[in-house]
């Protein structure tokens, strides 16, 4: 088969990763990819969002299955483009329609959606300009802290989680007057919820469903989970409380229910359902959903599946997973994330990388997020620029390689967190 992976960062490196590793890859294509996909495959100066040029692509070199990374091109309907298009029809592209993707583009639409098929979450409303004072009323009903969501798509930066009420009131104004543009026109209150935070994902060809190991990432930039949120600093797979018992309240409560609800709400959705889920006190809430995989989540995800990725991927399109094999590695892997310094507020780009060649023992995998290739030397490229994932028979020993891998590479301002896993 030939087949096109969507997106440039570390999830879309590590999904090339295990996809070139099937027999039934013959020819990997990623658009745009980064410096680490380009060892993989073929990378194609294509954005994910260019349609007509990913059209153009696909029919000229005969792909067989688009695999589509991020989620802006499946909130912007990339399925629904290929599917409308006679001569795109018969390839296969691995992520949901437009509506089923409103899971991730509309806070306000996946609450809602929980509600009707009755999926554990906090309790909510969802405000605007005109209804500003039922806002301000809802946030005198809660408890501090006050959760704040754009109801849209704002670059992994539109939740506020404030103390203090005046503030929260303050700041909902502010949102619902454009402060993350069109994204916050409509502003989704919750109530906090107290607990530990985990990934579960899923994949579904609409009929079944094949749960994926579970995550747990790391959003805030300082250790002890402190200062300004990111994409994600680092990872672990398995997580220690998510054990058979939890899972299965998972899977009762909250898969399997958003796959039928899916389902009966006549909503084509063919491929990967991230659930944030929030641990309280042993019973499970949706905190997010989102549409597509996540990032760093896919790097410790990745490693962890033995069975052929690809035969799967064939599952979600020809709507027969339920037939394909899933095993897990029982191993641990841990991500940890070397980031540019300043991020995530402004940092410079640009930056030579060494030490990425040698000494990198063969159970520690390099993943590449904001890396490109120059003149025969690798450069920094984005906020997030190399996830170091490490297998280990336990934490401890997963964690000592990807640091002791850390400690050997090397570029200007350089920076990454020494806690990762420390709360398990």
Known sequence: MNILVTGSGGREHALAWKIAQSPKTENLYIAPGN????????????????????????????????????????????????????????????????????????????????????????????????????????????????????????????????????EAKAELTNMVNGMFGDASKTVVIEEFLDGVECSVFVMTDGE?????????????????????????????????FAGEHFMQKVEDRIIRPTVEGL?????????????????????????????????????????????????????????????????????????IMLVSGGYPEAYEKGKEITGTGEHIPEETILFHAGTRQADGKLLTNGGRVLAISSYGNSMDEALSRSYKVAESVRFDKMYYRRDIGFDL
């Open 263 to 335: 389902k009966k709400e006549g909503i084509d959705y063919k491929g990967f359902i991230f659930l944030g889920l929030i641990n309280v006190n042993g019973e499970p809430k949706v905190i997010e959903y989102n549409c597509r995989m996540g990032d760093p989540e896919t790097e410790v995800v990745m490693p962890r599946i033995q069975s052929d990725f690809v035969d799967l991927l064939e599952g979600i399109a020809n709507q027969d997973l339920k037939n394909r094999e899933l095993s897990i590695d029982p191993r641990t892997v841990i991500t």
């Open 208 to 240: 079944d469903y094949k749960i994926l190991p579970v995550a747990k990432d790391y959003k805030r930039i300082g250790e002890g989970n402190t200062g300004l949120n990111t994409g994600g600093m680092g990872a672990v797979s398995p997580v220690p």
């Open 35 to 166: 410096a680490g996909t380009a060892n993989l495959g073929t990378n194609v100066p294509i954005s994910a969002t260019d349609f007509p040029a990913l059209k153009d692509f696909v029919l000229a070199n005969d792909i067989h299955m688009v695999v589509v990374g991020p989620e802006d091109p499946l909130v912007l309907g990339i399925y629904d483009y290929f599917r409308d298009d006679e001569t795109l029809q018969s390839v296969p592209v691995i992520g949901p329609g437009k509506a089923g993707a409103q899971l991730e583009g509309s806070k306000d639409f996946a609450k809602a959606f929980m509600m009707r098929h009755h999926i554990p979450t906090a309790g909510y409303r969802s405000i605007t300009a005109e209804t500003l004072s039922e806002g301000h009323a809802f946030i005198d009903s809660l408890q501090a802290p006050y959760v704040l969501k754009a109801d849209g798509l704002a670059a992994g930066k539109g939740v506020l989680i404030i103390d203090s009420k005046e």
